[in-house]
């Protein structure tokens, strides 16, 4: 009986020395919840541990502290994990940091502090960041034109924007929707909270508010814009102390000659664009593709590139996932004309045949910025009052990942880029 009681007390301490490490796999075979799976690496941050990110490696796996509360975490969120030895998990980095492999182990250090640019009345399925955020159970805070013009970004590591107009044209609703309660609304919500922090116009206001965002990137921030939040801020940018809104957004005529005057040196991503002079069409300038496509719905797919894991772990990081083929979805800004995309911005995906950019990242200042086109990976053509996604159906979808992927990438342990 004592050698029975020897063995299973050696038994248990062998495994507490061999078992160091839990794998959370993100190829598509390992994995039956990638969504979720970037939520429990969020919450080991929290925990003040570090992760590695394995980059390249089926999918892009996180190799965690072993630990029984982080199993139970991962059975209860339904996240696949393997345990590994010590010996297991240093043979992966072994290879891993082979010169002949693609790949590369990134230390992740701190949960980044996320915020939520969006106005209160928003319900949180008007954004895919923030259903993917609230289904990876991912915390973040909602900020909006008070909080950004009193200087509360300098709090969060990370902010998204949206389904935002930065020009004050009102999303362009103007020709469709201009009668219907809920435009008169929003209209009449917007003039009042302009008016409340100061500016005549809420063009000018919400231009004030780009530029708190810009400066907030250079000072070292990270930002990801998605739809609309994407064009309408570097349009907000380069019309910087240039009228071009039509009467019916501003309640005066639009400046003479407005496109001429557009300063793209003062852009993020975008130049030589052209705005959209017409008030009743449903568009911001020739930087969307979302007329100009010629893409059947069955064959909407972009591709993610291919960067090298060693060299250039910043877009590497951005671009992981279990498939480099991923589904097309439209929105307001649905993809970027590759022509106006400024030389010094890396292009992640893209639709070659079509050319357009799906998805883009460079650097500004101290920080960085992602736009990323369309609205909401698994609605391909979402409409006002449309329900919706129930992410619980698309627990392993590679356009959420990309999100996701920029939500943990200022959690990474800088390191000097060598290209």
């Known amino acids: ?18 078992a160091s490490s839990l794998l959370i796999p993100m190829d598509a075979e390992g994995q039956k919840n990638h969504l979720k799976a970037y939520g429990i690496t969020y919450w080991v941050l929290t925990k003040q541990q570090k992760v590695q990110w394995l980059l390249n490696y ?13 199993r139970k975490e991962c059975q209860i969120r339904g996240v696949s994990f ?17 010169p002949s492999q693609n790949q590369e182990a990134v230390i992740l250090e701190k949960a980044p502090k996320i915020a939520v640019y969006s ?23 909602t900020v909006y034109d008070q909080e950004v013009l009193n200087d509360k970004l300098v709090l969060f590591d990370w902010l998204h924007l949206h389904h935002e107009d930065f020009t004050g044209q009102y999303g362009k609703f103007y020709g469709t929707y201009r009668a219907f309660p809920w435009y008169i609304e929003q209209k009449q919500q917007a003039e009042a909270l302009a008016t409340e922090l100061g500016f005549d116009k809420v063009s000018e206001e919400k231009k004030a508010v780009a530029m708190k965002i810009r400066n907030y990137v250079i000072g070292g921030g990270f930002m990801f814009a998605m739809c ?3 064009d309408s801020f570097d349009i907000a940018l380069a019309a910087d102390g240039v009228d071009i809104c039509e009467p019916m957004f501003d309640g005066d005529p639009s400046e003479a000659n407005y496109q001429n005057k557009l300063d793209f040196g003062k852009t993020f991503a975008f130049t030589d664009f052209i705005l959209e002079r017409n008030p009743n069409r449903y568009e911001f300038s020739s930087i969307d593709m979302t007329e100009k496509r010629r893409v059947p719905r069955e064959t909407d797919y972009f591709t993610l590139m291919d ?3 060693k060299w250039d772990p910043v877009p590497t990081m951005l671009c992981q996932n279990h498939t480099a083929l991923v589904k097309g979805f439209m929105g307001q800004t649905t993809s970027f004309d590759r022509s ?42 979402h409409r006002v ?35």
């Open 1 to 18: 009986m004592r050698g029975r009681l020897f063995f299973f007390f050696f038994f248990l301490f062998s495994m507490q020395i061999f």
């Open 58 to 70: 089926r999918g892009g796996s996180f190799l965690l502290p072993d630990g029984e509360n982080i």
């Open 82 to 98: 393997e345990i590994l030895s010590d010996g297991q998990a240093q043979s992966i980095l072994d290879d891993i940091g082979s």
């Open 119 to 141: 106005p209160k009345g928003n319900q949180p399925w008007d954004d895919a960041v923030t259903m993917v955020l609230t289904y990876a159970e991912i915390p973040y805070e």
């Open 228 to 230: 609309s939040a994407t």
């Open 307 to 309: 960067f090298s894991a």
């Open 340 to 381: 106006q995309v400024k030389p010094t911005v890396m292009v992640l995906g893209e639709n070659k045949i079509n050319g357009e950019a799906r998805y883009i990242h460079g650097i500004k200042g101290k920080g960085f910025f992602t736009f990323y086109g369309g609205h909401d990976p698994e609605d391909y053509q």
């Open 385 to 419: 009052g449309d329900p919706k996604t129930e992410l619980e159906l698309h627990p392993t979808s590679p356009g959420y990942r990309l999100i996701l992927n920029n939500v943990l990438f200022p959690a990474a342990r800088k390191k000097k880029q060598k290209t």
